[in-house]
Nanobody
Framework: VQLQASGGGLVQAGDSLRLSCVAS????????MGWFRQAPGKEREFVAAITWSGGSTYYADSVKGRFTISRDNAKNTVFLQMNSLKTEDTAVYHC????????????????WGPGTLVTVSS
């Protein structure tokens, strides 16, 4: 199983980015997908999750209203649209896959990708 995230980069506060994560080696529509992030010197934290069908989504309070998670099962891809970025959003963003329902707990996720770096400057 491979999860390959892309779309990170250096942006200014207030800008937008769209992250993508392409999954291979699994039956993508059997898995809930999540985005987590880890800033330098901090613990990994939950960002957003989406159920296998896309029918339910979950967000951390810190990104609610600014970030949107979505998926395209035909393309084995999950997206994270990030708007109104803040300096505190700077982190490595990882996508993860969980067989079954999507949760907010990292320990529930089986597969993880190496992440993509998002840097937001002031």
């Amino acid at each position: 199983v491979q999860l390959q995230a892309s779309g990170g980069g250096l942006v200014q506060a207030g800008d937008s980015l769209r992250l993508s994560c392409v999954a291979s080696g699994l039956s993508f529509d059997d898995y809930g997908m999540g985005w987590f992030r880890q800033a330098p010197g901090k613990e990994r934290e939950f960002v957003a999750a989406i159920t296998w069908s896309g029918g339910s989504t979950y967000y951390a309070d810190s990104v609610k209203g600014r970030f949107t998670i979505s998926r395209d099962n035909a393309k084995n891809t999950v997206f994270l649209q990030m708007n109104s970025l803040k300096t505190e959003d700077t982190a490595v963003y990882h996508c993860a896959a969980e067989k079954g329902w999507a949760t907010t707990r990292s320990e529930d996720y089986t597969y993880w990708g190496p992440g993509t770096l998002v840097t937001v400057s002031s």
